[in-house]
């Protein structure tokens, strides 16, 4: 038996940070990173081992600490299956997502063991399912995480993300490209979303106002993918931006990277994700990907990848 699971990266789009506090946010997956699980079995009687040799980790299932992220994962997916003995599998996960960046690799890592596990007993899980799975192990990466990450990379779609509510999956009418670049520097998102949280605590009615615009920023920004207008988008990435840098997630080099990418030709830009660190988004016209993603090397970004947000 040889059973793949897969899910891609993502990036949020507009509305991080708000959306933990119940405003909406959009997400969209990023195929040109994924991460990978494949199930087989393991001889008789050698139990559940679960590797994930990009970080060099060797779990036995039935050893794991009961906050083991993967181990959590794999024992939720068992006992969502009906599967109450441990079976006799080696468990192989990998990821070329960058970890602690924004891009969601905990829970595409996660969401790609459910599938992997399902695909194992010749079954196929629905995206809400996958979800709800991963949202468990997220909990355990971020601290109180709002639900956008395991949402988008379980659906594999564009998503409108309300926290509590079922999330709407949504089509661009006109395709856009996005250029991510990643800082290089890794900022856990528990971090950037406490500091929020006391800065929020500190000034309630200040922090409520910018997370109502961030929010009207996400309305106006699925009005435009959803009609098509693409043009628009650009400018509502750079005020999400100055949003983000008044709630105090943003940071000299990723402005810095910001200002590159507009002075090389982007129609926005704006960091992605918890902020401090991680990844930067650039909307640009597609002829001006490679101009843009170059001046971002130039910068310094440590990795620059390109992504369509398709119009299927
Ligand atoms: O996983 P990240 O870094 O993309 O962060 C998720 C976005 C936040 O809004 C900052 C946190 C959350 O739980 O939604």
Redesign the pocket.
């Known amino acids: 038996m040889k059973a793949v699971g897969e899910a891609p990266g993502?990036?949020?789009l507009v509305?991080?940070?708000?959306?933990?506090y119940g405003r909406p946010?959009i997400?969209v997956p990023v195929w040109q990173v994924r991460a990978t699980t494949v199930v087989t079995d393991a001889e008789p009687c050698r139990g559940c081992m679960i590797a994930a040799p990009d970080i060099s980790e060797l779990i036995e299932l039935a050893n794991a600490p009961a906050n083991d992220p993967l181990a959590l994962v794999v024992r939720l997916t068992l006992s969502e299956l009906g599967i109450d003995s441990i079976p006799d599998w080696t468990i192989t996960v990998t990821s070329d997502i960058p970890i602690?960046?924004?891009?969601?690799s905990?829970?595409a890592v996660s969401a790609s063991l459910v599938r992997a596990l399902y695909a194992a007993v010749n079954a196929i899980p629905t995206a809400e399912i996958v979800s709800r799975l991963v949202y468990a192990s997220?909990e355990i990466h971020?601290g109180?995480?709002?639900?956008?990450?395991n949402t988008v990379v379980s659906y594999g779609a564009p998503v409108w993300f309300v926290r509590g509510q079922p999330p709407e999956v949504f089509r661009a009418s006109r395709s856009f490209t996005l250029v991510i670049a990643d800082s290089g520097i890794a900022?856990p998102?528990r971090d950037?979303?406490a500091g929020?949280r006391r800065r929020w605590e500190a000034a309630p009615d200040l922090y409520d106002r910018y997370f109502d615009a961030i929010g009207q920023l996400a309305q106006e920004a699925r009005s435009a993918i959803e009609s098509g207008e693409n043009h628009r988008l650009g400018g509502l990435f750079n005020r999400n931006q100055a949003l983000l840098q008044e709630i105090g997630?943003s940071s000299a080099r990723l402005d810095e990277l910001i200002d590159r990418a507009l002075d090389a030709g982007a129609d926005g830009a704006k960091l992605?994700?918890?902020?401090a660190g991680?990844n930067i988004i650039a909307l640009v016209k597609e002829g001006t990907a490679e101009a843009v993603g170059d001046a971002l090397m130039r910068a310094g970004a440590k990795q620059v990848i390109v992504t369509g947000v398709g119009a299927h």
């Open positions: 993502k990036v949020i509305g991080e940070h708000a959306v933990v946010a997400a602690a960046s924004g891009m969601g905990g829970a997220e971020h109180a995480p709002s639900g956008i990450d900022s998102t950037t979303v929020v997630v992605s994700g918890g902020g991680g």
